[in-house]
């Protein structure tokens, strides 16, 4: 049984892009940051990052097959255009959260429609890498086995 966290184009360039926007840590902290705090707690955590759309739908359908029991995806910009990432997730019907470092909503109207949130268990934004903590915490929440 394993999380899945799924980054999408141009997050290969955190800590540098955009910083008043994105923040100043680096995709591979942030990875690393989910990868330990799931080992801690006996869950393990693969991560993914592509700047293409159809390398992120073929890492959907593989997790269809590799254990993955939950997906954790900021799809970046494919959030505002990406019919076929939303029908991948459909797909494989994995349950999952999207997450965004910056608040989309108090920024440029094309932003604040997604093609994810209706079908996601619920959205974080805004909260910087926390963001993707506080989604980690929900899915080893929702994993635990029924006390
Ligand atoms: C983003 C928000 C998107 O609108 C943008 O295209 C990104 C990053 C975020 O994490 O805030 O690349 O998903």
Known sequence: MSILVLHGPNLNLLGT??????????LSQIDAELVKFAA???????TF???HEGALVD???QARDDGTRFIIINPAAYTHTSVALRD????VA????EVHLSNVHRREPFRQHSYFSD???GVICGLGATGY?????????RLAPAA
């Open 88 to 91: 991948a997730l459909a797909g």
């Open 133 to 141: 903590r506080l989604a980690l915490e929900y899915a080893l929440e």
């Open 17 to 26: 892009r955009e910083p008043q926007v994105y923040g100043s840590t680096t």
């Open 94 to 97: 994995i349950p999952f959260v």
């Open 40 to 46: 801690d707690r006996g869950i393990e955590l693969r």
């Open 49 to 51: 990052q592509s700047n």
């Open 59 to 61: 890492r959907i359908h």
């Open 119 to 121: 079908l996601a268990e």
